[in-house]
């Protein structure tokens, strides 16, 4: 059975810094692209970060581009995702999603509120 | 960007009925591999999202048969050929041919 995990949210102030983790398990982690979605309180799906299988191509929607960092790790079957200089409207549950072109498994999201 | 419109974005069906969602895109979703990637996700309250259909009218592991999605090139439908109650949630249209992208979502009620 497929599973992902989310790990990390939490309340942060602006401008400061949080990493979230995400546990794979049920598939051959290091064979999947993996993405971030996010989804603001009451809103809409929001495409985040995606990740090739190897880590050679990445992908940042343009409102978190210089400031969020995707990365892995295939031999702890482990998504990552540094975010810093993080704003009020960075304040979503944030999703771990496994596929490219077919986002084929969603984890149960984490919670990452900005506020002072 | 890719900008992909939904419509409508309520839509109240009396059980048993059919119900349909519009999705359009800027344009088109046609990859240069050839597949157009157009996939359409439900997200029940409470729930996380979960894809329903992926590249247009493959209906993913366990999805039920009463729903089908169909188009081509900036226009596609999904279709639920009979409401039940389990169905009520919000549906998005997700592009991933250029980055990626998702409709508005539409809420699905019942009457």
């Known amino acids: 059975e497929v599973q992902l995990v989310e790990s990390g949210g939490g309340l942060v102030q602006p401008g400061g810094s949080l990493r979230l983790s995400c546990s794979a398990s049920?598939?051959?982690?290091?064979?999947?692209?993996m993405h971030w979605v996010r989804q603001a309180p009451g809103k809409g799906l929001e495409y985040v970060s995606a990740?090739?299988?190897?880590?050679?191509?990445?992908y940042y929607a343009d409102s978190v581009k210089g400031r969020f960092t995707i990365s892995r790790d295939n031999s702890k079957s482990t998504l990552y995702l540094q975010m810093s200089s993080l704003r009020a409207d960075d304040t979503a549950v944030y999703y771990c999603?496994?596929?490219?072109?077919?986002?084929?498994?969603w984890g149960q999201g984490t919670l990452v509120t900005v506020s002072s | 960007d890719i900008v992909m419109t939904q419509t409508p974005l309520s839509s109240p069906v009396t059980l048993g009925q059919p119900a349909s969602i519009s999705c359009r895109s800027s344009q088109s979703l046609v990859h240069s591999d050839g597949n157009t990637y157009l996939n359409w996700l439900q997200q029940r309250p409470g729930q996380p999202p979960r894809l329903l259909i992926y590249?247009?009218?493959n209906r993913f592991s366990g999805v039920p048969d009463r729903f089908s999605g169909s188009g081509a090139g900036t226009d596609f439908t999904l279709k639920i050929s009979r409401v039940e109650a389990e169905d009520v949630g919000v549906y998005y249209c997700?592009?991933?041919?250029?980055?990626?992208?998702f409709g508005q979502g539409t809420r699905l009620e019942i009457k």
């Open positions: 590249k247009i009218s």
């Open positions: 997700m592009q991933a041919t250029q980055g990626a992208t």
């Open positions: 999603v496994k596929g490219w072109a077919t986002p084929d498994y």
């Open positions: 990740l090739s299988n190897i880590g050679g191509s990445t």
């Open positions: 049920g598939f051959n982690f290091s064979s999947h692209a």
